[in-house]
Nanobody, 129 residues
Framework: QVQLVESGGDLVQPGGSLRLSCTAS????????VGWFRQAPGKARERVAC????????HYVRSVKGRFAISRGTDKKTVFLEMSNLIPEDAAVYFC??????????????????????WGQGTQVTISS
């Protein structure tokens, strides 16, 4: 199992931008579909975006579509989540995930947790003026 480390979370004003990184501390991410999830205080963890192996397809939940962009780094070890036009509802801890039960076909983000999945420790995004 690959070990994941998220970074890039920060305090930003509404309307601001951030780039989150998900980096494999061992191994590479190019053979995994990768998903971003988030969890705000008192709320359930929710899917945000995913990218397929080879970056052929991506998918975004409706609330972030057009504002967030997921991509793979050329180093094969990193997946980015570019976030723009941030709103207070985007404030959460963001996690990246790999799992054999995570696939990202066109128009869908399918996830079924297995014992072989990996989650990072999360990175905090705070939105405040």
């Amino acid at each position: 199992q690959v070990q994941l480390v998220e970074s890039g979370g920060d305090l930003v004003q509404p309307g601001g931008s951030l780039r989150l990184s998900c980096t494999a501390s061992s191994g590479t991410l190019d053979s995994y579909a990768v998903g971003w999830f988030r969890q705000a205080p008192g709320k359930a963890r929710e899917r945000v975006a995913c990218i397929s192996v080879g970056a052929a397809t991506t998918h975004y939940v409706r609330s972030v579509k057009g504002r967030f962009a997921i991509s793979r780094g050329t180093d094969k070890k990193t997946v980015f989540l570019e976030m723009s036009n941030l709103i207070p509802e985007d404030a959460a801890v963001y996690f990246c995930v790999t799992d054999p039960g995570l696939i990202c076909p066109a128009g869908n983000f399918q996830y079924s947790r297995t014992q072989f999945g990996s989650w990072g420790q999360g990175t905090q995004v705070t939105i405040s003026s």
